[in-house]
């Protein structure tokens, strides 16, 4: 059998075949999107008795990051030589990334074959809010959140309309986690934790989603026009899109002095993993409601 003989291995590899064959590049970049990925693992790895490492090709360009979207696919396309792999999705792979420097190449050696730039990746991992919405209408206008500091919350409830800097993240991406310490430790903000080990966030549904910006870029001007972003941080920045926790896919956002809509709210996540509400902004009354305290 040729590489270019490999029958597609279920539902999805048929329709990125056929819109690969009918020359749909959005179409097969929007499949991939959504795609489980197979990468190329030692045999000890995946036992557990060594740590999993990236499998990559260089050329003259650039170091490719390998994966296929088979296991079939990859055992015809490395001859054998791959007999077992770890299965990601694109969010996982632009999560621990490696090296914004690197591509992705998809299936090399098919003839369905794809080759990504970073920037590429982060983008189809980590679309923007308008794009999010675009794709999936249903979804809905989503919430964000944002933890605060004390500092944070008596300048949100004295300072006048209220705005919001800085990063913020999707609500619903750490919706599981109900312990203030992990938490704190997924957005990288220990700092915040209050002397009892509770966290207060906020949390809002945004007005003007293009204002939201996916913080693509890196830790220096040369990360930045790898991943062709607009944003240069001081590490442990990943600049994908994602909050730098690989154990954790979190989206993030950048904002620059947004005002804070009608029904925006601070809340506590408390050491229990209990949360109370404990004010309420009335964007007609130009001011915010305390709930009250806890007992």
Same mark, same amino acid.
Not at 24 to 39: E, I, P, V
Not at 55 to 69: I, K, P
């Given at each position: ?26 179409? #097969?970049?929007?499949? !991939?999107?959504?795609?489980?990925? /197979?990468? &190329?693992?030692?045999? *000890? =790895? $995946?036992? +557990? ?118 990063? #913020?993240?999707?609500? !619903?991406?750490?919706?599981?986690? /109900?312990? &203030?310490?992990?938490? *704190? =430790? $997924?957005? +990288? ?107």
């Amino acid at each position: 059998m040729r590489v270019d003989d490999h029958t597609p291995a279920g539902p999805f590899e048929e329709r990125l075949w056929e819109a690969y064959r009918e020359g749909r590049r959005a179409l #097969c970049l929007s499949l !991939l999107r959504g795609a489980d990925l /197979a990468l &190329p693992i030692t045999a *000890a =790895a $995946a036992a +557990g008795t060594e740590a999993p490492a990236w499998a990559t090709a260089a050329d003259a360009e650039r170091t490719w990051l390998l994966a296929y979207t088979s296991v079939e696919a990859m055992t015809l396309a490395t001859g054998g030589a791959a007999t077992h792999c770890r299965i990601v999705t694109m969010t996982e792979l632009a999560a621990g990334w490696p090296d914004l420097r690197w591509g992705l190449a998809v299936n090399p050696g098919l003839e369905v074959a794809f080759t990504l730039e970073s920037g590429a990746v982060a983008r189809l991992a980590v679309p923007t809010l308008v794009q999010d919405l675009r794709i999936d209408p249903e979804s809905g206008v989503p919430v964000m959140q944002k933890l605060l500091g004390p500092g944070d919350i008596h300048a949100l409830l004295t300072g006048g309309e209220p705005r919001v800097s800085g990063y #913020c993240h999707h609500a !619903l991406d750490v919706s599981h986690i /109900a312990t &203030p310490a992990v938490l *704190a =430790a $997924a957005l +990288g903000r220990p700092d915040l934790l209050t002397g009892d080990g509770s966290l207060n966030m906020l949390r809002w549904r945004p007005v003007g989603l293009d204002l939201y910006r996916t913080p693509y870029g890196g830790i220096d001007e040369e990360g930045r026009e790898a991943v062709a972003g607009w944003v240069v941080e001081e590490p442990p920045f990943v600049g994908m899109g994602l909050v730098p926790s690989v154990d954790s896919v979190i989206r993030e956002y950048k904002v620059y002095g947004v005002g804070l809509p009608h029904g925006a709210e601070i809340w506590e996540l408390t050491f229990e993993g209990t949360e109370h509400r404990h004010a309420v902004y009335h964007g007609d009354l130009r001011r915010w409601l305390l709930i009250g305290t806890r007992s």
